[in-house]
């Protein structure tokens, strides 16, 4: 008999006659798939980071941030902003240098100027309109070509904080 009518017969049979069946031996559980690697999601300080996983409450998530600078010349490399849906201010953001840059400066000043909300976030009509924040500027030594680096600690208004691991590319 052909495997396949067979297993057509098998199947009326325990459909036709559940009291016939008996359950299959337990066997081991079946495995799980690895979850697949995300990619990192685009960094825009602007864009608040997901809260740190729920193992650890007091984690602070740290995001990568990465920036290309041209050499001998000061760049606005990130804009922070803790705002409300309407787009108003919750209040400032306070932003703390954790190691600063080997090879250059980094500075912050109180600006408006206009967000990067991605096109899904849930504040990205703010995009289109200045809001108050603090721009970050980094400045590379004289002479300097290569990769710097430093970390913030950025606390929003609303207390939640994120840690950032900057590296700026000089060429």
């Known amino acids: ?13 325990v459909t036709a006659c559940p009291a016939l069946s008996a359950p299959a031996p337990a066997g081991p559980p ?5 979850p697949p690697l995300a990619p990192p999601a685009p960094n825009s300080p602007a864009n608040p980071p997901a809260s740190p996983p729920a193992s650890d409450p007091q984690a602070i998530p740290t995001f990568p941030m990465h920036r290309v600078v041209p050499r001998g010349e000061v760049r606005a ?21 954790l190691s600063p840059p080997q090879h250059g400066r980094v500075s912050f000043t109180a600006v408006d100027s206009f967000p990067r909300y991605g096109p899904s976030a849930p504040l990205a009509a703010c995009n289109a309109r200045k809001v108050p924040g603090t721009r970050m500027t980094y400045e590379p030594e004289e002479g300097f070509e290569g990769l710097d680096g430093f970390r913030l ?15 700026v590319s000089v060429r």
Do not use: H, Q, W
């Open 1 to 13: 008999m052909r495997p396949a009518l067979r297993l057509a017969l098998a199947a009326l049979l």
């Open 30 to 34: 079946p495995s799980l798939p690895a």
């Open 77 to 97: 490399i990130g804009f922070f902003t803790s705002l409300y849906p309407d787009c108003s201010a919750i209040g400032p953001v306070v932003i703390r240098t």
């Open 153 to 167: 600690l950025v606390i929003n208004a609303d207390g939640t904080a994120a840690e950032y691991d900057a590296k």
